[in-house]
């Protein structure tokens, strides 16, 4: 039995010594000082150095294995390096289509430039008055619109007056107009209704039917055929929430202008409403025919200017029609609740959208005396939000300084048609609410449109802006 076990422990000893020779040859064990500094050129070093003498048959083996070595490691630093190649050109022609598609020609430029809107003026009596800059538009003027119904046309030469009558009442949160009557209204050209009637020659005119029609007489000039079915009516919206108050019943005959109809209007938030603006515009129609009406003229009256409780009477010129993004710009002046300090840049290498919120600055309209407020940040694609971050809040502050900085990864081809949406958030011991909204998008109020253009443009980077804080939300982002 112990001649046995003697026996198994001198096998053992062979096996391992065995062992522990195949494991050295197999790291590279090398004998000859050309392999080691063929080796240590290439910043390679042996697990386990040679300390014995190895046979020829040994050392041609470890020669193949580091000749093996060596090729596999050069493919694969080739392989790596061309991988490498690859992808930094793949950037660089990134780099160049992103380059030529922001490039900005004639066409981009007039995509973002009010060049194509009406260039106007305002003197100290509220008559509006064109600039010599103006573009000829013809017979008549078209003013652009940014929503709603689709661009009508405008009288050529505005003038007259409207004459009514407002009575606000905020204890019983309610609104009555009374419009009164129309003054001084020029009389009316039949050319601007000539893309919707026929126009006969007086010997080629229909002899019977009750539609009316255009004729032509013999010194070329249009007229209606039947004068009395020229009328008009007059609609009333609120802004910057654009929401229909009242429409006046259509009035045939230009003869006689009175109107003599009250209306009555409802609502829920008193300073909201109060903080609005309202909209009285006359439009033209001749005859019974569905066409598009003619813009007369229209007059913007601040429900601040009413007195609370009693009817207020106002007369008012006709003026031309303002575009709707301006008009809500003009209305959101009355219920701005502070500013906001603001910074937005694009890093179009990484296309990283960057905002960072400074300060803001709460005036007596906001209402609380010592608020606690945070700054909610949302990117909008389209009307939902694709992105949102919020600051931390600051305590007890009218004047808190946020100091926060977020990055958005925003592909540059979706740039143009995002816009940013900030909220600012009041936290109470319970709950918190929002309390007014900053916009900054082609579809804001001028100051944030005009801030936008530069982001989208590049041509002002990472410039602070002031911004007018709003009570009420835009009723479109982008």
């Known amino acids: 039995m112990v001649l046995l076990i003697a026996l198994l422990v001198l096998l053992a000893l062979r096996f391992y010594k065995y062992w522990i020779n195949r494991k050295n040859t197999k790291y590279h064990l090398l ?19 040679a300390t014995f003498p ?11 294995r580091l000749d093996e070595y060596l090729a596999d490691e050069d493919k694969y630093r080739q392989s790596k390096e061309r991988q490498r190649q690859k992808q930094n050109e793949k950037q660089r022609a990134d780099e160049t289509k992103v380059r030529e598609k922001t490039s900005w020609d004639s066409d981009k430029k007039k995509m973002f430039s009010d060049s194509d809107m009406p260039s106007v003026h305002y003197d100290n009596s509220l008559k509006l008055i064109r600039t010599k800059s103006e573009p000829n538009r013809g017979a008549f003027n078209t003013p652009k619109r940014a929503r709603g119904r689709s661009a009508l046309q405008v009288v050529p030469e505005i003038s007259g007056q409207i004459e009514y009558s407002i009575l606000l009442d905020s204890a019983n949160r309610s609104l ?11 009389e009316i050209s039949a050319d601007m209704f000539k893309n919707h009637f026929p126009v006969y020659d007086m010997n080629e005119a229909p002899s019977s039917g009750g539609t009316p029609y255009l004729q032509r007489g013999r010194n070329k000039q249009i007229t209606f055929s039947d004068p009395e079915q020229l009328g008009f009516y007059v609609e009333v919206m609120k802004f910057p929430k ?10 045939y005959g230009m003869q006689d202008t009175s109107l003599n109809e009250k209306f009555r209007s409802d609502f829920a938030d008193p300073e909201q409403f109060i903080n609005s603006v309202l909209r009285l515009q006359v439009l033209l129609r001749y005859g019974k025919h569905p066409q598009k009406p003619t813009i007369l003229g229209e007059t913007i009256l601040p429900l601040k200017k009413c007195t609370d409780g009693s009817w207020s009477l106002f007369r008012d010129e006709l003026r031309y029609p303002v575009n709707e993004t301006e008009l809500e710009s003009i209305a959101m002046e009355y219920s701005s609740i502070g500013k ?12 990283h959208l960057t905002v960072r919120i400074c300060e803001a600055n709460y005036n007596d309209r906001i209402g609380i005396q010592s608020p606690s407020t945070s700054v909610k940040v949302g990117i909008y694609l389209g009307e939902s939000c694709a992105f949102k971050e919020t600051t931390e809040v600051v305590r007890k502050s009218l004047d808190p300084q946020f ?10 081809d979706k740039l143009q048609n995002a816009a940013i949406l900030l909220e600012v958030q009041q936290h109470g011991y319970v709950h918190k609410s929002t309390i007014g909204y900053v916009h900054i998008g082609l579809k804001a109020s001028k100051r944030g449109r005009n801030y936008w253009k530069e982001v989208v443009g590049f041509s002002d980077f ?3 802006c002031f911004l007018d804080i709003q009570r009420v939300k835009p009723s479109k982002i982008c």
């Open 242 to 251: 654009k929401e229909h108050i009242c429409t006046t019943d259509y009035k």
């Open 176 to 186: 009555e107009i009374d419009l009164v009557q129309l003054i001084d209204i020029n």
């Open 54 to 64: 190895t046979s020829a048959l040994q050392t041609q083996f470890i020669e193949t």
């Open 462 to 464: 990472n410039r602070e």
């Open 340 to 351: 906001m300090v603001v910074s937005v840049s694009y890093q179009l290498l990484h296309q």
């Open 31 to 49: 004998s000859d000082e050309d392999s080691r500094t063929k080796l240590s050129s290439r910043s390679f070093q042996p697990k386990f150095p």
């Open 403 to 412: 100091g926060k900085s977020f990055d958005f990864k925003l592909p540059h």
